[in-house]
């Protein structure tokens, strides 16, 4: 009898106990929310990024600027593929968004000024 209310015990114990043990694989170091002023950021450079991107397609296309080869691609009009390019925009505008419910729950207007400008 006392056997068994030992291994009774001693499994209830167990049972009991994992719950607070369990708690230990949060990591400081990898935050869950990012902050306002790290989307700022962010997007602030990928906008910038993605213009030059387009200009750099769309300029060599309507022949705004010359390639200094005589035969190369850069210059005439072939297929370019801006799918990267429009990823990064609609990658950015996500996050604009995002930026925008996080200002405005902060009570932030400088940054729900910027998110939708």
Request: a negative charge; proline letters at 6%; one cysteine or more.
């Amino acid at each position: 009898m006392k056997l068994r209310f030992l291994i009774l015990l001693v499994i209830a114990g167990v049972f009991t106990g994992c719950e607070d043990y369990l708690d230990i694989n949060t990591d400081p170091n990898n935050p869950t929310d990012v902050p306002v002023k790290g989307l700022m950021s962010v997007n602030s450079m990928r906008t910038a990024t993605n213009t030059a991107n387009m200009g750099y397609f769309t300029s060599y296309f309507v022949q705004y600027l010359a390639g200094p080869n005589a035969g190369g691609n850069t210059d005439t009009h072939q297929p370019i593929d801006p799918n990267g390019t429009w990823v990064g925009i609609y990658n950015v505008l996500s996050n604009l968004s995002d930026m925008e419910v996080k200002a405005e729950e902060q009570g932030a207007p400088n940054y729900v000024g910027a998110a939708k400008s």
